[in-house]
């Protein structure tokens, strides 16, 4: 008895019959022991604890049971998965699960050491805190193989379907005349180029332009909302400060100051030369140089400058004003089509043969499964085709890496749509193969204004075509993403489109009348309405006003499409690959029904809750339907099939970048 006393043993270290568990997590059993820490630890548990420090050079040692039962676990998975059915295919939500080996209710203080395997235990299986085959829970399991399947996007980008995709997208570019698309294709920035990409995006990073100008000048949550900037009283000019075009200016040109010093550090020859010389004229030209890249880059990709793109536009809003400066800041955004009418090669584009040989040469194969003669044939004909558009267009105006230059945007561009197209195409997908516009083809998509947080009232059949409009606009919109965004800048860069600062419920926003985009988008919605034969819900496209305030929250609404429906995609994509390779998984997915039954209520719930008219500026029209599916995402972690979402590698929404 002293010797128990003087060595107790550590609590659930031990389980059972001889079962060593976890010290850490205590709820996993231990697969190495640690010869420094003495102490037992499951596989994630020991690379956590022993990732860094001292604690990385301890020593550790497998234990010999543990090693045993993983060796047999892996045979176990080796062996064709049984026939039988699940027991139950209830909602582990609402599942205990209990087992009972002792008649006895209360046994003797003798028999205690073996009450452990014998005495009721209950465990509640939820989303939270799976159960492998054996009732040992699975929620510190080391989920890094799992993780592993993630792709870098999210999409799970399988050969058949990706080639039909491709093939799709082919189709639907070859209708729009390549001239008209090149239009808007920006060309991809040099080396010269991103290294002013990367002061712009400095600078930026550093300047608190907004914060002085919009925020404190309007003393922002101390005065009535909902008036005009210039016509609040009590302003920083009435209490004797600067006007606001006298703050603007002074605000301005620190920015400018700030680009080129850090210039001068980047290139100290160039900067210093550009600071040494006395020409207005060249500084001009540096800052509308270096601004037009910032805005190229945006375009080409709309993922990245999220923290600074809204900066550089509120900045450029302002300086376009006129009287505000001496110079204009704002020159066209470098596209292909300014280039090749420069250099007047145009005939690239327009004609029939070079455009031929231009729609070979930007073929993208990335995601393509080719077999290796088909690849090398692919790549002789791109070879070739480049080559016979160097042969042709090469002149003093045109370099060779010009060509290449202009070849690689266009192949961006179509990359891009493809990419940004794919979740899309595949929520499409699963809307019809799953359900029908008719009632009793599939699960019911039927909702109720007021049940489950729902706005709206749709039966199955009118809630399938709503959602199915829905996507065919998002997924018109995404094949004309490139040139909605050179719209948005048309509208917010317009030195005769004036904007007001206004409360909107969201904060301060520039309230700024939308005339390009709101064109585009009307053409854009009228073509899908054709196509649909048929619109269920409202037509309205909420611009300049309170739900949308201006062009940039515009375009930055629907750049989240593929963030919302990609990890969507990845998750029921992914079900089957995880059942495969592990049993455990298998036994946690029958608890919901089974990976079928897993993949019709996720969908389900989406097509449901994700546009049913939910969320601040929620209904039937074209914007509420976005914000619904926002609203959607923000309840993910509340939703039964949560914790599928983690297995499948879901990490957020919001992407990585």
Request: with cysteine; hydrophobic share 35%; proline share 4%.
């Amino acid at each position: 008895q002293d010797q128990n006393k003087m060595n107790p043993v550590p609590p659930q270290s031990h389980v059972g019959d001889g079962l060593q568990m976890c010290v850490e997590c205590e709820d996993t059993e231990a697969l190495y022991e640690c010869k420094e820490c003495k102490d037992v630890y499951c596989a994630l548990c020991y690379m956590w604890l022993h990732s860094k420090g001292n604690r990385a050079k301890h020593t550790k040692t497998e234990i010999p049971a543990a090693k045993a039962k993983v060796l047999a676990a892996q045979q176990a998975k080796q062996q064709p998965p049984s026939k039988t059915p699940p027991p139950s295919t209830s909602r582990p939500a609402n599942t205990t699960t209990s087992t009972s080996s002792s008649s006895s209710s209360s046994p003797s203080p003798s028999s205690s050491s073996s009450t452990a395997a014998t005495t009721t235990t209950s465990v509640h299986v939820t989303p939270t805190n799976p159960i492998n085959a054996t009732g040992v829970s699975i929620a510190k399991r080391d989920l890094e193989e799992y993780y592993s399947l993630r792709k870098k996007n999210d999409l799970k980008l399988d050969d058949e379907n990706m080639e039909k995709l491709r093939q799709d997208v082919l189709a639907d570019l070859e209708v729009i005349p390549l001239v008209d698309r090149c239009r808007y294709i920006p060309l991809r920035l040099n080396e010269e180029e991103r290294q002013l990409l990367n002061i712009l995006n400095g600078a930026l990073e550093v300047s608190e332009y907004t914060d002085n100008v919009d925020v404190s000048d309007s003393d922002y949550g101390g005065r009535y909302y909902g008036f005009s900037m210039w016509s609040q009283p009590y302003s920083r000019h009435e209490r004797g400060g600067p006007t606001r075009s006298e703050l603007i200016i002074k605000e301005l040109t620190e920015v400018f100051n700030l680009l080129m010093g850090l210039y001068q550090s980047a290139d100290y020859r160039l900067g210093g030369q550009l600071l040494k010389t006395d020409d207005k004229e060249h500084h001009d030209q540096f800052l509308q140089r270096i601004f037009e890249v910032g805005r190229r880059y945006k375009i080409m990709n709309p993922d990245k400058m999220r923290g600074t793109y809204g900066k550089l536009m509120y900045i450029l809003q302002d300086a376009v004003k006129p009287g505000r400066l001496d110079f204009q800041p704002i020159i066209p955004v470098q596209t292909v089509y300014r280039t090749l009418e420069a250099a007047g090669c145009l005939d690239m584009l327009t004609d029939p043969e070079s455009s031929r040989l231009v729609l070979v040469a930007t073929r993208d194969l990335s995601h393509v499964h080719l077999s290796a003669s088909q690849k090398q044939q692919e790549s002789v004909q791109k070879s070739s085709a480049i080559k016979a558009l160097i042969t042709r267009f090469q002149s003093d105006a045109l370099s060779e890496n010009d060509i290449h230059r202009i070849i690689s945007s266009i192949a961006d561009n179509t990359t891009f749509i493809t990419l940004e197209r794919w979740p899309v195409d595949r929520m499409l997908k699963h809307l019809t193969t799953y359900f029908g516009p008719n009632k009793g083809q599939g699960p019911s998509l039927s909702i109720m204004a007021g049940r489950d947080g729902s706005k709206l009232s749709h039966d199955h059949s009118t809630q399938f075509t709503f959602v199915l409009q829905s996507l065919m606009l998002w997924r018109e919109v995404m094949n004309n993403m490139f040139r909605l965004w050179v719209m948005t800048e048309e509208d917010l860069l317009s030195s005769t489109n004036n904007y007001i600062l206004r409360d909107t419920g969201q904060g301060l926003n520039r309230l700024q009348a939308c005339p390009h985009v709101s064109q585009a988008m009307h053409s854009i919605l009228s073509k899908v309405q054709r196509q649909a034969k048929g619109w269920v819900g409202l037509s309205v496209v909420h611009l300049g006003d309170r739900d949308v305030p201006n062009a940039l929250m515009f375009i930055d609404k629907y750049t989240q499409v593929s963030r919302i429906l990609a990890p969507l995609v990845g998750c029921v994509a992914r079900l089957d690959e995880l059942e495969e390779t592990d049993v455990d998984l298998k036994t946690y997915f029958d608890k919901f029904g089974g990976v079928e039954q897993l993949k019709l209520d996720v969908l389900q719930d989406y097509f449901k809750h994700g546009f049913d008219g939910s969320g601040s500026d929620g209904g039937s029209c074209i914007d509420g339907r976005l914000t619904s599916s926002w609203n959607w995402c923000s309840k993910i972690e509340k939703k039964f099939y949560y914790y599928i979402f983690l297995l499948s590698g879901f990490k957020g929404f919001d992407g990585r970048f």
